[in-house]
């Protein structure tokens, strides 16, 4: 989907003419701007052309929107004829070019528009808040609801989804008193108000919300509208998010199969589908099945959309995710090492996605063996991401992380321990304590100092991990699992193979209530007990010789 950002007009024909452009463009299925300059012809309207006639308050060429009208027109199934769009937009057209304030936009106007295009949010956000307390119009004015709804989109992408997600809430209640329950504008802010509570951390709700989405937007549009099948897409999206991978493959196979009898093939939500197919797949188990998803999508994306397409770069880097996690691990690191030189040339050195490129390439070549080689790719990284987006943001940090593993992993088991130690510190600083990722941390800490020789200080660091992650994820969570069964190891290389004996005694025990027999972790613990069960036994007295007379 590519929804795009309405600029901000008083009321009269040019919010008219932009409201119903808007519209056209949703009912067509969100074409993006470069689907829908290549589909007008070379020459005709540049991708940025076409998105400042969307997005930017001055008054389009009336050339370039009968072409868009036209376009959009023809994608909408069951439409009206382009002949009568065309011309019910001149209509519009005329009217806009003919009103006497259709001059410049106002300074605040301007100023937020130039926000909103920087992706300065924040600004975009406080002088947003300053024009609708400005207004003249009535609250419950169309024009009003349209900047609330701009606004709680903002606050989304700038960080603050749980806020946008009560934004929408309210707006939803407000939408549904003025509009009513199946007005567009009050089902297109349902739409919002679930993805966002879903981004917030609400999975299961943002599932529940677009199942109901569903069924309303069925009833209103009919099920093989845009709309329609663009809340199809979340709710299956966010019902895998819940952990119901099978349910969300099975969805997006439905799916795929509609878009491609609505849409065509080679649609790009059509395209879209399939990747999220291929990944809920993999998901759900079928890894294999996903890697030949991912290839097969690539081709296809290339041929429709072009080697160098953001959605088929996206592809190749789930098409090598998938290969390493089949096993394929040397086809996968070479994947990665093509597609970051791919995203450096078309995005950039300094591009957030080429340094994920070249994050997952670093990784894949220390698990095909080349630890000194991925600890040397890690560090060069944690330089360029600590310059491009600061020494706190999560991908410095994650950089680090994996840096100091593969440095261990390389023979540098003191200076893992070392750069552990430091990256548990800023981690907590920036994360907080009970953050996951520092966790995770702390429990890498303890490894490389065991291996390091401070066997009983690995295990006193464990033992405090495991009170920790008791108490944030609880007693049956893997992490807590995991960090028992570290402490019980390195306890037993500590001297108390005794206690190590007792403590997988129990893990067993455990594991096997909550992740059941034949769980690979639960068979790793039964091979790990046996093992100092026989260290045990050798250290009891019992086995020992006799002393000499």
């Known amino acids: 989907m590519a929804k795009l950002t309405a600029p901000l007009f008083a009321p009269g024909p040019r919010l008219r003419l932009n409201d119903e452009l808007h519209t056209l463009h949703r009912r067509g299925g969100w074409p993006s701007v470069r689907e829908l300059a290549r589909a007008l012809g070379t020459g005709v309207a540049s991708s940025s052309r076409i998105h400042d006639a969307f997005t930017k308050p001055r008054l389009p060429g009336w050339g370039l929107v009968e072409v868009l009208v036209a376009e959009l027109a023809g994608r909408v199934p069951g439409g009206a004829p382009v002949e009568h769009e065309v011309k019910r937009f001149h209509d519009l057209w005329d009217a806009a070019a003919a009103e006497d304030s259709s001059g410049p936009a106002t300074t605040l106007d301007a100023a937020i528009q130039a926000a909103v295009d920087s992706r300065n949010y924040a600004g975009a956000i406080r002088l947003g808040t300053q024009l609708l307390a400005a207004s003249a119009l009535a609250q419950d004015h169309p024009q009003n609801l349209q900047r609330r709804h701009q606004l709680a989109d903002w606050r989304g992408h700038a960080g603050k989804a749980a806020e946008a997600a009560a934004a929408f809430a309210d707006l939803v209640r407000d939408m ?248 548990v510190q800023d981690m907590t600083r920036v994360q907080g304590p009970d953050d996951p990722d520092t966790l995770d941390a702390r429990g890498h800490l303890a490894r490389w100092r065991g291996e390091a020789g401070g066997a009983a200080e690995a295990a006193a660091a464990l033992a405090d991990l495991v009170r920790d992650t008791t108490r944030v994820h609880g007693p049956d969570h893997p992490d807590t699992l995991d960090a028992r069964g570290r402490l019980a190891h390195w306890r037993g290389h500590a001297g108390d193979a005794a206690g190590a004996v007792v403590a997988l005694t129990d893990l067993v025990q455990d594991r096997t209530r909550v992740q059941g027999t034949d769980h690979p972790d639960t068979l790793a613990s039964q091979e790990a007990l046996l093992t100092w069960r026989g260290r045990d036994y050798l250290r009891s007295p019992l086995t020992q010789p006799d002393a000499p007379a």
């Open 176 to 423: 549904t008193r003025v509009h009513g329950p199946d007005h567009p504008d009050t089902l297109d802010a349902r739409h919002d108000a679930a993805y966002w509570s879903g981004e917030a951390g609400g999975a299961a709700e943002a599932a529940a919300a677009f199942a109901d989405l569903v069924r309303d937007m069925t009833r209103v549009h009919g099920p093989d509208h845009p709309d329609t099948l663009a809340a199809r897409h979340n709710a299956a999206s966010w019902s895998g998010e819940t952990g119901g991978a099978a349910e969300a493959a099975a969805a997006f196979a439905d799916l795929v199969r509609d878009t491609i009898r609505v849409q065509g093939p080679d649609h790009p939500d059509t395209l879209d589908a399939r990747g999220h197919l291929a990944r809920w797949s993999g998901e759900a188990g079928g890894a294999a099945e996903a890697a030949a998803a991912f290839a097969d999508l690539v081709q296809d994306m290339t041929r429709v959309q072009g080697p160098d397409h953001p959605d088929t770069l996206d592809a190749l880097h789930d098409a090598a995710h998938w290969h390493g996690l089949t096993g394929d691990i040397e086809e996968a690191a070479a994947l990665f090492t093509d597609l970051a030189r791919d995203m450096a040339r078309v995005h950039g050195h300094d591009h957030p996605d080429t340094l994920d490129a070249r994050h997952y390439a670093a990784y894949w070549r220390g698990e095909a063996g080349g630890a000194a080689e991925a600890a040397a790719a890690f560090a060069d990284l944690v330089r360029d991401t600590t310059r491009v987006h600061g020494p706190d943001h999560p991908d410095t940090l994650a950089a680090r992380h994996n840096a100091a593993y593969w440095r261990g992993e390389a023979g540098g088991a003191a200076e893992a321990a070392a750069a552990f130690a430091d990256l």
